[in-house]
Structure formats: structure tokens, C-alpha cells
């Protein structure tokens, strides 16, 4: 508020501010100069002044009182205005420097170091096998023997285990790439019935992954067509009832062995089932693949695994046998694995496929004994079948062709070599050029007794309870598998969580660099103490101004956006960027991409919670802002909200190596698009301002200017100030809105992006 001389002017009266009557020039030039503490009193009878800060000036201002303890009085107070609960402010304070925001960071700080740093096993329990199957006995018998056999899942309300049986026949099937000048794989035709363990065997470049994606249905065959039970399906339309166990391990390197198979379970088992039973059912798959002694070993990564591969292979197949698949495929299991292991693994897969389980892998070099145990063989070789059947029966068959195989050499490894044409034949009629093309016609001289044997499998399965309607129950019992839409969301959360506290370092680094952000302004700013605005004084008192600062807020704007980008761009593309490959695999599985999406958004908001929060607060202590804390705050967190949504959008479009500085600059721009440099006010002239507008640091910086303005309009002609900049007053709550809009606008990106980037991977 205007103070003035207690004595009255010639023109002036009691209720109204004496006229100006100018100092002497020396005082008049110092205070042009914005000196302090100088030439503060009236240096004329009829002088009007403005209250200095630290004091207050009652009206009608001819009286000037030292502020109070616990108050603040800016320049120009005419009564004090109340500190915060936890804000320091002594005696003759022009500023208030806001402790709240500090005090519950600490506090916060506090109970994350506890948890993160005492030992608990957040919800993994010690669960001893033997006690619990025991207890569980008389209740779950059902369930452990449904764990035991996991294929023999009872459909809800039933209380037989007698699923109808599943098969696969497919016929001349051909995949082909337009950039290729052959098809990837060609003509192939069989039938995998149930309870097989078949192997697909060939050199690289065979089509064997081609052949094993068109059996399970993530593509579709160019010609041909693939039957289940004898009727043309959809495989995909099966996916909940089809486990696939990729070449590379692919599991939350953050989970437990047993909290891993338990998540899986959770998605995919029964949606009857009890937490009890589903504890039940993983402890009984563990014991089975002899995993039960690591179950409380973090599982780790490929580069610093904490378990064994063989154990890592083991967990892979467990969290797809959990789901109690009718069909699994496996793409090179025994890859990596010591012969011992890999044979160890293949009798698992074995007794699986004796549970009624068709179990299809891709072999590389398997040994003898392997290729002995195998009931089904597919020899391919350029993208064509050279044969299919008993492994028993492969000596005999290229015997006949002129191939002599020795008693004591490995069959798989000479089936190998015959399919690289790296074997030479006795016969006159196969040739050492092209000789997997001349193989692959005489293999198609058998189809007809292949095609026989089809077509009376099918018979059997048309007179038989497996069609016409096996097809309807198995539809129907994959539509009873997996957990609902909340229930997917609260898993892929409780699973966020658990994986933000048990990288630490990362966290509590990324709580670190947002105060820091906040800090390094905060001391930018700390020489303003707390005048960030000056402009022009209110009618009858223009005369009186000394100096015109109108882009100090704008540039204050700037630098919050500026910073916020820095601090949080990279741990916004850590969200969905570091887990691609996971994220693929369980939407291919049947999981809900929206569930999984909406799980991961929500574990990212205690993040972004407590970063933005120490920024606001270092922020608030040393700039001393003139607006409350708890509106900066909430200014700071949507534009963290803004920055984690962009970067997330950028890290699911691009490779996760690009990511984290795509997304610095894209967040950068956007930030440095706030209205300060070009002024608004000149981007308007332009008729740019839409443009401008599309950006969150636009309405952020607008939403600054006018909380610091509120706070001096009693003082200056704020309206001068805004048609100078170029932003709008009076409508806050309006930025605010449109900062979330624009942070959920980047959510809906981020996740038509999962949804619609490396679709031929989520199948």
C-alpha cells in the first residue's frame, strides 16, 4: 500500500494521497538505482512513499510498524500477511521461507530409507513346502495334484479333470516375405497330435522359428491352412491355453524366483482360485523343476544373473507351465545349457508332454539320447520339409535315399548335415546341387500317405467328443483363465513397486537430481530475495516508480521447465523402455496391455511424487517465491507428469540405447517453448500461439506469472505486465487443467505406442 506525509498537500484531502512532490535528485537518482535502506523516508513535506519491506504501514499510512514474528511484509504492506505453519520467519521479515514442503520431504525420506534399507521381503513369504502341503492336505488336494499335472486344470463349477483332448494338423503351409525371393517356409504339412514332445531340427536359416510362429498362430500363413481338433481356427484365439518359452529368458530381473512364477499364476491361472492355492500351485511347479531351494533368489539379469542358466531356463518354463498351457513351444531351451542340463531338461519336457501336453522345440545339436527321446521329428531345411515323423524311423527313411548312417554316429547330427547338404548320398538321383530341394520333392511323394493318415485322424475326431464342439470348449476354457481386468492392473502395480525398491541407488538417485534441480535455481535466485517482480504502482502513483522488471517471472517459468526436463526425462524412459522385451512376451501370452500399462503408470506417481516434491521445496527455500508452497508444488508435479508421459511416449517408439536423449531434447523443447524467449507477447504478433500452446511450458509459465502477480496487485498495474508478456491473468486453474491434459495426452501416446510398435512381437 502507498504510505504518505501525515500533513496534507495544497490539493490533497484526508482520504485521498497528497500529490507527488519529487525528492532531491542525489536521493531521487539512488533510488532509480533500486538501492535499499537509502533515501526511504520522505525528502519533501508532501512526498508520497511506498512502505519499505519488513514493515507494514496501516492506512491511512502515515504510521510504519516493524513486521511481526511469524508474518512477512513485502514492499508496500499495508497489514502483514501470516507465514505457513513451518515457515521461518522472524521478526521484520519481507519474505517467507517456506519449510513445509522440506519438512515432509524429510519425513518421507525417512520411512523410503527404512524400507528400502531393512531387510524385508515385501510380502515374500518363507513358505516351508512339506508343512504347507501337509496343512493343505484335506482342503487343497485338488490343487496340488492340479499343480502336479498341470495341464489337468478343472474348469470352474466342475468337478472332473477331463479337458477335451487338443491336436494340431496343418496343410501346405507357406509363409513368404515380398523383400525375399523365396518363401520363408514352404508347403509344409503334418499333424502334432496330443501328448507329443516334437523337435524341429535344421541349420540356421531353415524357417524353423518361421514354421514354430505359424504352428503357434503369432502370423498367419500366406497359403494353407492350420486346424485344431480338425476345424480351421485361430490358435491366437487360444493363447491363454498356449505356453511359449522364447531362446532368451526373458523375467523381471527384480523378482524373486518365486514371486516371479507367483505373478504369473496370478495372470493366468484360474480366476477362481484362492491367493492360498495359487501359493500351492507354485510351490508344487517349483518342486517339480527343482527350483523350490532358489525360490527366494532374486532372478536377476542376463549380465549379472543370480541364479544358474539352467535354473533361469527352469523358471522360464515354469512361469508357462504355471498357466497350465495345453500346448507349450519352447525356442531352443537347451541353447547354453551343458548336455547334462540339457538333457535333464528334455526328460522335464518329457513328462510334461506325458501329462497330455503337445510340447514343440526347436533343437540345435541335441544329442543322441535327446534325439532319442523325442516322439515326433521336423527336419527343414531353405524354408522346405524334408521330414516328418518318428525318430526312429528317419534312419530308414534316408537310408532308403541312398544315405548311409553309421550305427555309432549321432542321427541328429547326420540329419543335420544331409539338411546342409554337407552329406553325399549313394543314389544316382540326388545330386550334391540343391540337394534340400531335390529332398524336399521327394518328401512330398510321401504326403499322400501323410495325408491319409490326416484325414483319418479327422475322421476319428468328427465321430469322437473332440468335434465339432472341442473347439467351443476350448475357446470356452480360455476364456475362464486369467485374472480380470483391476486384478491385472493391481499385480502389474504390487510388481512395479517391488522392482522401483529394489533398485535403490536408482530411486533414490532420481529423488536426488530432482532436489538438486530445484536447489541449483533456488540459488540463482537467492541474491532477488524474493522480489521477482517490479513494475509500474497503481494510479495516482506512477511517479513513484523506480524500475520495471517484467520478465524475471517468465525466465523463473523457463528455468523450472528447463530443469524438470533434465531431472526427469531419463527415468521417465526407464518406465516402459527397460522392459520391452518382458511387455512383449506377456501381452503375447493373453495378458491386458491396458492392465499392464495402467499398473506401470501407477507405479511411476510415489516417484514423481517425491522428486517433484524436493525440487519445489529446495526451490521455495532459497527463491522464496511469493505465492504458496503447496500451489508450486502442484504446478511442479504436473509437469513432471508432463515430462515422465513424454518420455515414456519416445521410449516405447524408439531402441532403448536412443531413448534417454531423444526424449532430453523433445522435453527440452518443449520447455524452452514457455513463453519467455521469444516473449509471448511476440509469438501472438506472429499468430504462432497455438503452436506455443501445444506445449505444457507455456501454460506452466502462465500459471507462475499470474500466482506471483496475486501477490502484488495491490502494489503495480499487473495488466500492464501481462499485455507486455502476452499471458492472461485470472485463470490458474485453467493452466493447471491443461497441463494434466497435455501429461494424459502423452500417456495415450505412450500407449497406443505399446499397442501398436513391434505388434508382430506381442502375438
Same mark, same amino acid.
Request: aromatic share 8%; hydrophobic share 40%.
Given at each position: 500500500?502507498?504510505?504518505?506525509?501525515?500533513?496534507?498537500?495544497?490539493?490533497?484531502?484526508?482520504?485521498?494521497?497528497?500529490?507527488?512532490?519529487?525528492?532531491?535528485?542525489?536521493?531521487?537518482?539512488?533510488?532509480?538505482?533500486?538501492?535499499?535502506?537509502?533515501?526511504?523516508?520522505?525528502?519533501?513535506?508532501?512526498?508520497?512513499?511506498?512502505?519499505?519491506?519488513?514493515?507494514?504501514?496501516?492506512? +491511512?499510512?502515515?504510521?510504519?510498524?516493524?513486521?511481526?514474528?511469524?508474518?512477512?511484509?513485502?514492499?508496500?504492506?499495508?497489514? +502483514?500477511?501470516?507465514?505457513?505453519?513451518?515457515?521461518?520467519?522472524?521478526?521484520?521479515?519481507?519474505?517467507?521461507?517456506?519449510?513445509?514442503?522440506?519438512?515432509? $520431504?524429510?519425513?518421507?525420506?525417512?520411512?523410503?530409507?527404512?524400507?528400502?534399507?531393512?531387510?524385508?521381503?515385501?510380502?515374500?513369504?518363507?513358505?516351508?513346502?512339506?508343512?504347507?502341503?501337509?496343512?493343505?492336505?484335506?482342503?487343497?488336494?485338488?490343487?496340488?495334484?492340479?499343480?502336479?499335472?498341470?495341464?489337468?486344470?478343472?474348469?470352474?463349477?466342475?468337478?472332473?479333470?477331463?479337458?477335451?483332448?487338443?491336436?494340431?494338423?496343418?496343410?501346405?503351409?507357406?509363409?513368404?516375405?515380398?523383400?525375399?525371393?523365396? +518363401?520363408?517356409?514352404?508347403?509344409?504339412?503334418?499333424?502334432?497330435?496330443?501328448?507329443?514332445?516334437?523337435?524341429?531340427?535344421?541349420?540356421?536359416? $531353415?524357417?524353423?522359428?518361421?514354421?514354430?510362429?505359424?504352428?503357434?498362430?503369432?502370423?498367419?500363413?500366406?497359403?494353407?491352412?492350420?486346424?485344431?481338433?480338425?476345424?480351421?481356427?485361430?490358435?491366437?484365439?487360444?493363447?491363454?491355453?498356449?505356453?511359449?518359452?522364447?531362446?532368451?529368458?526373458?523375467?523381471?530381473?527384480?523378482?524373486?524366483?518365486?514371486?516371479?512364477?507367483?505373478?504369473?499364476?496370478?495372470?493366468?491361472?484360474?480366476?477362481?482360485?484362492?491367493?492360498?492355492?495359487?501359493?500351492?500351485?507354485?510351490?508344487?511347479?517349483?518342486?517339480?523343476?527343482?527350483?523350490?531351494?532358489?525360490?527366494?533368489?532374486?532372478?536377476?539379469?542376463?549380465?549379472?544373473?543370480?541364479?544358474?542358466?539352467?535354473?533361469?531356463?527352469?523358471?522360464?518354463?515354469?512361469?508357462?507351465?504355471?498357466?497350465?498351457?495345453?500346448?507349450?513351444?519352447?525356442?531352443?531351451?537347451?541353447?547354453?545349457?551343458?548336455?547334462?542340463? /540339457?538333457?535333464?531338461?528334455?526328460?522335464?519336457?518329457?513328462?510334461?508332454?506325458?501329462?497330455?501336453?503337445?510340447?514343440?522345440?526347436?533343437?540345435?545339436?541335441?544329442?543322441?539320447?535327446?534325439?532319442?527321446?523325442?516322439?515326433?521329428?521336423?527336419?527343414?531345411?531353405?524354408?522346405?520339409?524334408? #521330414?516328418?515323423?518318428?525318430?526312429?524311423?528317419?534312419?530308414? #527313411?534316408?537310408?532308403?535315399?541312398?544315405?548311409?548312417?553309421?550305427?555309432?554316429?549321432?542321427?541328429?547330427? #547326420?540329419?543335420?548335415?544331409?539338411?546342409?547338404?554337407?552329406?553325399?548320398?549313394?543314389?544316382?538321383?540326388?545330386?550334391?546341387?540343391?540337394?534340400?530341394?531335390?529332398?524336399?520333392?521327394?518328401?512330398?511323394?510321401?504326403?499322400? =500317405?501323410?495325408?491319409?493318415?490326416?484325414?483319418?485322424?479327422?475322421?476319428?475326431?468328427?465321430?469322437?467328443?473332440? $468335434?465339432?464342439?472341442?473347439?467351443?470348449?476350448?475357446?470356452?476354457?480360455?476364456?475362464?483363465?486369467?485374472?480380470?481386468?483391476?486384478?491385472?492392473?493391481?499385480?502389474?502395480?504390487?510388481?512395479?513397486?517391488?522392482?522401483?525398491?529394489?533398485? +535403490?541407488?536408482?530411486?533414490?538417485?532420481? =529423488?536426488?537430481?530432482?532436489?538438486?534441480?530445484?536447489?541449483? =535455481?533456488?540459488?540463482?535466485?537467492?541474491?532477488?530475495?524474493?522480489?521477482?517482480?517490479?513494475?509500474?504502482?497503481?494510479?495516482?502513483?506512477?511517479?513513484?516508480?523506480?524500475?520495471?522488471?517484467?520478465?524475471?517471472?517468465?525466465?523463473?517459468?523457463?528455468?523450472?521447465?528447463?530443469?524438470?526436463?533434465?531431472?526427469?526425462?531419463?527415468?521417465?524412459?526407464?518406465?516402459?523402455?527397460?522392459?520391452?522385451?518382458?511387455?512383449?512376451?506377456?501381452?503375447?501370452?493373453?495378458?491386458?496391455?491396458?492392465?499392464?500399462?495402467?499398473?506401470?503408470?501407477? /507405479?511411476?506417481?510415489?516417484?514423481?511424487?517425491?522428486?517433484?516434491?524436493?525440487?519445489?521445496?529446495?526451490?521455495?527455500? @532459497?527463491?522464496?517465491?511469493?505465492?504458496?508452497?503447496?500451489?508450486?508444488?502442484?504446478?511442479?508435479?504436473?509437469?513432471?507428469?508432463?515430462?515422465?508421459?513424454?518420455?515414456?511416449?519416445?521410449?516405447? $517408439?524408439?531402441?532403448?540405447?536412443?531413448?534417454?536423449?531423444?526424449?532430453?531434447?523433445?522435453?527440452?523443447?518443449?520447455?524452452?517453448?514457455?513463453?519467455? /524467449?521469444?516473449?509471448?507477447?511476440?509469438?501472438?504478433?506472429?499468430?504462432?500461439?497455438?503452436?506455443?500452446?501445444?506445449?505444457?511450458?507455456?501454460?506452466?509459465?502462465?500459471?507462475?506469472?499470474?500466482?506471483? @502477480?496475486?501477490?502484488?496487485?495491490?502494489?503495480?498495474?499487473?495488466?500492464?505486465?501481462?499485455?507486455?508478456?502476452?499471458?492472461?491473468?485470472?485463470?490458474?486453474?485453467?493452466?493447471?487443467?491443461?497441463?494434466?491434459?497435455?501429461?494424459?495426452?502423452?500417456?495415450?501416446?505412450?500407449?497406443?505406442?505399446?499397442?501398436?510398435?513391434?505388434?508382430?512381437?506381442?502375438?
Amino acid at each position: 500500500m502507498i504510505a504518505k506525509n501525515s500533513l496534507p498537500g495544497p490539493e490533497s484531502k484526508r482520504t485521498e494521497p497528497p500529490q507527488y512532490c519529487p525528492p532531491t535528485k542525489e536521493c531521487q537518482a539512488v533510488r532509480l538505482q533500486m538501492a535499499e535502506n537509502t533515501c526511504d523516508q520522505p525528502q519533501g513535506l508532501y512526498e508520497p512513499i511506498v512502505c519499505t519491506k519488513g514493515y507494514y504501514c496501516p492506512r +491511512p499510512g502515515d504510521q510504519r510498524y516493524l513486521c511481526p514474528d511469524k508474518h512477512y511484509c513485502p514492499l508496500g504492506t499495508e497489514s +502483514p500477511v501470516k507465514c505457513g505453519p513451518l515457515s521461518v520467519c522472524p521478526s521484520g521479515s519481507s519474505r517467507e521461507f517456506h519449510l513445509d514442503g522440506f519438512v515432509v $520431504a524429510m519425513i518421507l525420506d525417512i520411512v523410503l530409507l527404512i524400507i528400502v534399507f531393512v531387510p524385508l521381503r515385501l510380502g515374500v513369504s518363507n513358505l516351508d513346502f512339506k508343512k504347507y502341503r501337509k496343512d493343505s492336505q484335506s482342503s487343497s488336494e485338488e490343487v496340488l495334484e492340479v499343480a502336479e499335472r498341470p495341464t489337468l486344470l478343472s474348469i470352474p463349477g466342475e468337478h472332473e479333470t477331463n479337458y477335451p483332448s487338443i491336436s494340431i494338423t496343418y496343410e501346405e503351409i507357406t509363409f513368404e516375405l515380398s523383400e525375399l525371393n523365396r +518363401p520363408v517356409v514352404s508347403s509344409v504339412s503334418g499333424s502334432i497330435q496330443r501328448g507329443m514332445l516334437c523337435g524341429i531340427l535344421g541349420p540356421s536359416g $531353415a524357417g524353423k522359428t518361421t514354421l514354430m510362429r505359424l504352428l503357434m498362430g503369432k502370423i498367419e500363413p500366406t497359403k494353407g491352412i492350420v486346424k485344431v481338433n480338425g476345424s480351421q481356427t485361430t490358435i491366437s484365439r487360444l493363447k491363454k491355453l498356449t505356453g511359449y518359452v522364447p531362446s532368451d529368458d526373458i523375467l523381471p530381473s527384480h523378482l524373486t524366483v518365486y514371486e516371479t512364477i507367483l505373478h504369473a499364476c496370478r495372470l493366468r491361472g484360474p480366476r477362481n482360485w484362492s491367493e492360498k492355492q495359487r501359493s500351492v500351485a507354485t510351490q508344487s511347479i517349483m518342486q517339480s523343476l527343482g527350483i523350490l531351494h532358489i525360490q527366494h533368489q532374486l532372478v536377476g539379469d542376463q549380465l549379472m544373473s543370480l541364479i544358474s542358466s539352467g535354473q533361469r531356463k527352469r523358471v522360464s518354463i515354469a512361469t508357462e507351465l504355471i498357466a497350465a498351457p495345453m500346448m507349450l513351444f519352447l525356442d531352443e531351451p537347451t541353447s547354453g545349457l551343458d548336455s547334462t542340463t /540339457a538333457m535333464v531338461l528334455i526328460d522335464l519336457l518329457k513328462k510334461i508332454s506325458g501329462t497330455g501336453v503337445i510340447v514343440v522345440c526347436i533343437l540345435h545339436q541335441p544329442r543322441q539320447e535327446i534325439f532319442v527321446a523325442l516322439d515326433h521329428v521336423m527336419l527343414m531345411a531353405e524354408g522346405m520339409q524334408l #521330414y516328418e515323423g518318428s525318430p526312429g524311423e528317419a534312419a530308414s #527313411y534316408f537310408s532308403s535315399h541312398g544315405f548311409e548312417i553309421s550305427k555309432d554316429a549321432n542321427p541328429a547330427d #547326420y540329419l543335420l548335415d544331409i539338411a546342409a547338404s554337407k552329406a553325399r548320398s549313394a543314389s544316382p538321383h540326388i545330386g550334391t546341387v540343391n540337394m534340400a530341394q531335390q529332398l524336399a520333392r521327394m518328401w512330398e511323394q510321401q504326403q499322400c =500317405i501323410q495325408n491319409e493318415a490326416i484325414q483319418h485322424t479327422e475322421d476319428e475326431i468328427e465321430t469322437s467328443e473332440l $468335434a465339432p464342439d472341442a473347439v467351443v470348449d476350448l475357446e470356452r476354457t480360455a476364456a475362464l483363465r486369467g485374472a480380470s481386468w483391476l486384478r491385472q492392473v493391481q499385480y502389474c502395480h504390487l510388481r512395479a513397486m517391488k522392482q522401483q525398491l529394489r533398485q +535403490p541407488f536408482s530411486l533414490l538417485l532420481e =529423488i536426488a537430481v530432482g532436489g538438486v534441480a530445484g536447489l541449483l =535455481i533456488g540459488l540463482g535466485l537467492y541474491s532477488n530475495k524474493g522480489m521477482h517482480f517490479e513494475g509500474v504502482y497503481l494510479t495516482p502513483f506512477e511517479m513513484l516508480s523506480s524500475a520495471v522488471d517484467y520478465s524475471t517471472v517468465p525466465k523463473i517459468g523457463n528455468m523450472i521447465t528447463l530443469a524438470i526436463a533434465l531431472a526427469a526425462s531419463a527415468p521417465g524412459v526407464s518406465t516402459f523402455g527397460d522392459e520391452k522385451p518382458l511387455y512383449w512376451r506377456e501381452a503375447a501370452a493373453g495378458h491386458r496391455r491396458s492392465a499392464y500399462f495402467t499398473g506401470k503408470v501407477l /507405479a511411476t506417481i510415489p516417484r514423481m511424487t517425491l522428486s517433484s516434491l524436493h525440487f519445489a521445496s529446495f526451490y521455495a527455500i @532459497l527463491a522464496t517465491p511469493s505465492i504458496n508452497f503447496w500451489l508450486l508444488y502442484v504446478l511442479v508435479l504436473l509437469y513432471f507428469y508432463c515430462v515422465y508421459g513424454l518420455a515414456s511416449a519416445v521410449s516405447v $517408439a524408439v531402441k532403448r540405447e536412443n531413448g534417454a536423449l531423444l526424449a532430453m531434447i523433445l522435453c527440452l523443447i518443449i520447455g524452452a517453448f514457455g513463453g519467455y /524467449a521469444p516473449m509471448l507477447s511476440n509469438v501472438q504478433s506472429w499468430h504462432l500461439e497455438w503452436l506455443w500452446r501445444l506445449c505444457p511450458g507455456t501454460w506452466l509459465t502462465e500459471a507462475y506469472f499470474d500466482l506471483v @502477480l496475486k501477490r502484488v496487485e495491490y502494489l503495480y498495474d499487473v495488466h500492464a505486465a501481462a499485455a507486455w508478456t502476452g499471458f492472461s491473468l485470472r485463470r490458474t486453474s485453467l493452466d493447471v487443467v491443461m497441463i494434466l491434459i497435455i501429461g494424459t495426452f502423452y500417456r495415450a501416446v505412450t500407449f497406443a505406442g505399446l499397442v501398436f510398435f513391434d505388434r508382430d512381437k506381442q502375438r
